[in-house]
């Protein structure tokens, strides 16, 4: 029976960071507690390198293992998991399933290089909104304007993003 080596589980799980990632959020609904789960899973998955059979063992066990935990630390900071419910839970679990390893499409590449392109200020105010999962008022509060100006920097920033993925896509396209 042939494993992955330690070195093929690292490249596999960094390869899948973001979908691992985004999964896990899904499950916490906060970034942060996410990325801490991927990288607590991770150092153990690393540790148990010679365990997976294949890419589909290694991302079935990673997403199970990053649920549990997750779950777990939610349950040990507030008393109870407040979250999706089993039934949801599952059907995302099937749904990850039948992509196993989804590739990085063309949009994604150009919303990254379209975000490197926005400035310091516009990336913070994407970086709290839609990673910190902050409200309206809150990144209104930390930028120091009034939540209507903070709503139409968000608005201004979608269309900035969006033409510039569009742009993208028609010079990829021809």
């Known amino acids: 029976m042939t494993t ?3 070195a093929q589980t690292t490249e596999r799980l960094l390869e ?7 999964y896990i959020s899904c499950v916490t609904r906060n ?3 996410a990325e801490d789960v991927f990288q607590e899973v991770c150092v153990k998955a690393i540790g148990m390198s010679d365990f997976f059979e294949s890419d589909v063992h ?3 066990w990673f997403r199970v293992s990053a649920r549990n935990r997750a779950i ?7 008393g109870r998991y407040v979250g999706l419910s089993e039934e949801a839970l599952e059907m995302l679990e099937k749904e990850w399933e039948a992509e196993t390893t989804p590739p990085r499409d063309e949009r994604s590449d ?3 290089k379209c975000l490197e392109s926005l400035t310091p200020r516009s990336r913070e105010i994407v970086k709290m909104r839609y990673f910190e999962n902050r409200s309206g008022k809150e990144v209104a509060e930390i930028i120091g304007a ?3 100006s903070a709503y139409q920097a968000i608005a201004r920033i979608h269309k900035a993003l969006r033409e510039c ?5 028609e010079a990829i396209n021809g």
Do not use: F, M, P, S
């Open 110 to 112: 150009a919303l990254a």
């Open 146 to 148: 009034k939540v209507g």
């Open 4 to 6: 992955l080596t330690t």
């Open 165 to 169: 993925v569009q742009r993208q896509a």
């Open 58 to 60: 290694l991302h079935r």
């Open 72 to 78: 777990d630390i939610i349950r040990a900071r507030e």
């Open 16 to 22: 899948n960071r973001h979908a691992l990632t985004a």
């Open 31 to 33: 970034y942060h507690l």
